[in-house]
């Protein structure tokens, strides 16, 4: 599911790449609109990979890119200037400690996944076609919440602690 969440970003990122450009410059990383979008092309071609041949080293760079995200979502919680995180496209959804630990949290998944890989997406289609629907079904649903849980439910709970320090 996280590569898939990875896949999901770097889709967002190549569609709209101006908010994750903001953030990417107010994390006082280099950021344009250009490498915002080579950045969503990278996480995409990171989900691909870890999709469709599994193994440990893709399970390894998925978690890779989810402990450079919690990095940044650091910088930019230690930055006076709000920021959006531009995760998925979207400028509105500020960053709080809630994304270091989802971020850390899919890095963990990543990492555990590293342990015991599996095969890509195609060979588990093959070998239990039936259980294989259930699967994507599963995977499509957990994406869908953990898009929602770095957008909404982050702005939530930066409403929710509006006053307090971050």
């Known amino acids: 599911m996280v590569a898939t969440l990875l896949g999901a970003a ?3 990122k190549l569609r709209r790449p101006v908010p994750t450009a ?11 609109p250009a490498l915002a979008r080579a ?3 990278v996480e995409v071609v ?5 999709l469709v041949f599994g193994g440990v080293s893709t399970a390894l760079v998925v978690a890779a890119a989810y402990v450079g995200f919690a990095s940044v979502s650091i ?4 930055r006076p200037a709000a920021a959006g995180c531009g995760c998925f496209g979207d400028e509105s959804a500020p960053v709080t400690n809630l994304h270091v630990a989802l971020n850390l949290g899919a890095a963990a998944l990543a990492a555990i996944a590293a342990l ?12 239990e076609p039936a259980a294989s629907i ?9 994406t869908v919440l953990g898009q929602a849980a770095y957008t909404s439910l982050a702005e939530v709970n930066a409403a929710s602690r509006e006053g307090e320090p971050r």
Do not use: E, W
């Open 10 to 12: 770097g889709v967002a």
């Open 22 to 32: 903001k953030a990417m410059r107010a994390a006082g990383l280099p950021g344009s």
């Open 39 to 41: 950045l969503g092309a």
């Open 46 to 50: 990171f989900a691909v990979l870890a």
């Open 75 to 78: 910088r930019l919680m230690a």
């Open 116 to 127: 015991s890989p599996t095969k890509g997406l195609p060979s588990l289609i093959a070998d």
């Open 134 to 142: 259930l699967l994507v079904a599963l995977v499509a649903i957990g």
